[in-house]
């Protein structure tokens, strides 16, 4: 039945363990500084440091793992690729202290700061090996092979003053200006200047709270202050740029490598802003017994570094630029309690945090909704990453009608139609989850007793939504794939389930709120039991501990792990999860002596 094509073989999952994906690592980091004393008060520090990196990987995955009816000339792929790195780092700094009349203190401090990175990569793909025997080692045998090289710079300087004033360890202020300068931005804006202040009143100190024995400490603080942001964009992106890939064509009977323009220059590429208000307040109760900080922020970032797209008439993909703004407020706290503190001590510490995050503009006011995958969106005055698909209800059934505009099949799921117009279309779409949480917490606690020590931590998140995409193939049977148990009681006419879709090789499930799921969970992290030994001569310490890690986990997340998001370096892609592999539960054991 699998020679007339009845059936496909599925590659052995044993098989895939033979790809050979290795990274050889070399790296080798330096460190030197030097501290003078200049003058009484006057100090100078100067630090060097270098950062070399030497990096080789090896990938092949081998013909047999394909089955036997899928070989042919293509099959097998390797690539081979050595990349270097170095970074170097110096930084002065110019320090002042005096004390007037024992009431008032001064500080200040003077930063020169240069940071260069260089980097440089080789690289050769190839498909279409003859055997297994050589895997990567000997890439000219294949049939089809790839080339590539590329070689990169950047730099940071960096100025900055600061003035650090006290009276009577009662009244505080900060006063600072700096200056960096960033080869990744264009030639009008290579610099940019980023001031801030901050206050603190310690309270305390004041006379009328001076015999309030319950109060051990009452301070209030506050900041504004404006930073700057060249991590969101890779070098040489300000300029005009070129490559030379998919470009090749034929010229007089003979094929051309063709470079054609990629990037547009925008000499007036800048730093994103981020300008930051906070007001916090400091309490520690019954000789430092409880402690409670509260902090208040609101940061709004502008000229926030975006790709925006453009019109295919343009010639171009897209341009990078200062066109998106942000919006980011909310409040945490922390809290700290030493409950018991005797022989047996027990301390417990806890924070929650809650924010809030607002879109402001993506382009200028062009723009007000961008779709970033097939499900998530950025919208002008909503949150970040917000998830938008269509409404499932229920699956389409024998007799009933399956409306147009969407890959609608009987026994497939059933899309509302939300405007009614009797045809499915993107109008449809609704924002249907919202992957950023009500807020976020944490939990820790010590014992101690007579040489025994246990503590645990705990972690989670409340109220936000992740984008199942695991369960979404786990539940589409198209074969040649694992499927989750329950599939078995899929839709048939003469099973016809609500809950599980019919098999259609070749069918998709369409983007839907059916796989947003509430992503709230509470974590046990930690939990660490030990006993320290008594003293013996010659050594100073000796503790036996056992720990595990990643206990257990309070969630209605039908995933593998509710912590998760596939795509972690995006801050626009949160929430998703695509096969994310979950984080192990494991427990140590050991002994730590100090001498």
Not at 162 to 177: E, H, I, Q, S
Not at 307 to 335: Q, R
């Amino acid at each position: 039945e699998q020679e007339d094509g009845r059936y496909r073989e599925v590659t052995n999952p044993l098989g895939i363990a033979s790809v050979l994906n290795q990274t050889a690592l070399k790296r080798t980091l330096v460190n030197l500084y030097g501290e003078a004393t200049i003058l009484k008060g006057l100090t100078y520090r100067a630090s060097f440091n270098a950062d070399l990196q030497n990096n080789i990987a090896d990938r092949y995955s081998p013909r047999s793992i394909i089955s036997v009816r899928d070989l042919n000339d293509n099959s097998g792929s390797g690539s081979k690729s050595n990349s270097n790195f170095l970074g170097l780092l110096h930084e002065s700094i110019l320090t002042y202290s005096q004390t007037i009349a024992e009431t008032h203190s001064l500080k200040f401090t003077g930063v020169f700061a240069s940071q260069a990175e260089f980097s440089n990569a080789n690289s050769i793909s190839a498909s279409g090996f003859p055997n297994d025997a050589t895997q990567n080692e000997a890439v000219q045998l294949a049939l089809n092979r790839t080339v590539s090289s590329s070689r990169s710079k950047q730099r940071l300087d960096s100025y900055m003053g600061r003035v650090n004033y006290g009276y009577k360890d009662k009244y505080f202020l900060d006063l600072t200006a700096r200056v960096d300068g960033s080869s990744r931005f264009g030639a009008n804006n290579k610099y940019g200047f980023f001031p801030a202040v901050s206050a603190a009143w310690r309270l305390i100190e004041e006379p009328f709270l001076k015999n309030v024995s319950w109060l051990s400490d009452l301070k209030l603080r506050a900041s504004y202050g404006v930073t700057g942001n060249a991590g969101g964009i890779s070098p040489y992106q300000s300029l005009s740029t070129v490559a030379a890939t998919g470009s090749d064509y034929i010229f007089n009977n003979a094929y051309v490598t063709g470079i054609n323009p990629t990037g547009i220059a925008n000499p007036d590429l800048r730093w994103e802003k981020s300008t930051q208000t906070n007001i916090g307040l400091d309490v520690s109760l019954l000789n430092n017994r409880f402690s409670l900080i509260v902090d208040v922020y609101d940061k709004i970032t502008k000229d926030l570094l975006y790709i925006k797209t453009l019109p295919l008439s343009s010639g171009y993909g897209s341009i990078t630029g200062n066109y998106a703004s942000l919006e980011n407020k909310g409040i945490e706290f922390a809290a700290n309690a030493r409950i018991l503190d005797g022989p047996l001590k027990w301390s417990v510490s806890a924070n929650l945090t809650r924010n809030r995050n607002k879109v402001l503009d993506l382009d200028g006011g062009t723009t007000q909704e961008r779709f970033i995958t097939s499900y998530t969106i950025l919208k002008v005055g909503e949150p970040l990453g917000l998830i938008k698909s269509y409404i499932v209800d229920g699956i389409n059934q024998t007799g009933e009608t399956i409306l147009p505009g969407y890959d609608g099949r009987l026994g497939g799921h059933k899309i509302k139609d939300i405007n009614g117009d009797g045809t499915i279309t993107s109008a449809d779409q609704v924002i249907t989850g919202n992957p950023n949480p009500n807020f976020i917490f944490g939990f820790s606690t010590n014992v101690t007793f007579k040489g025994f020590d246990l503590s645990a931590f705990l972690s989670g998140s409340q109220g936000n939504d992740i984008y199942n995409l695991s369960r979404l193939s786990f539940e589409n049977p198209l074969g040649q794939r694992n499927l989750l148990k329950g599939v078995v009681n899929r839709w048939t006419p003469t099973n016809p389930s609500n809950q599980y879709v019919s098999a259609a090789q070749g069918g998709r499930l369409p983007v839907s709120n059916y796989y947003v799921e509430d992503g709230s969970y509470v974590r046990c992290k930690n939990i660490t039991l030990g006993y320290t030994l008594p003293a013996i001569k010659g050594v100073q310490n000796i503790r036996i501990y056992v720990s595990g890690n990643n206990l257990f986990t309070v969630t209605n997340y039908s995933g593998f792990d509710p912590e998760v998001n596939t795509y972690a370096g995006s801050n626009t892609v949160i929430g998703v999860d695509n096969f994310v592999y979950p984080q192990a539960r494991s427990f140590l054991g050991g002994i730590q002596v100090t001498f």
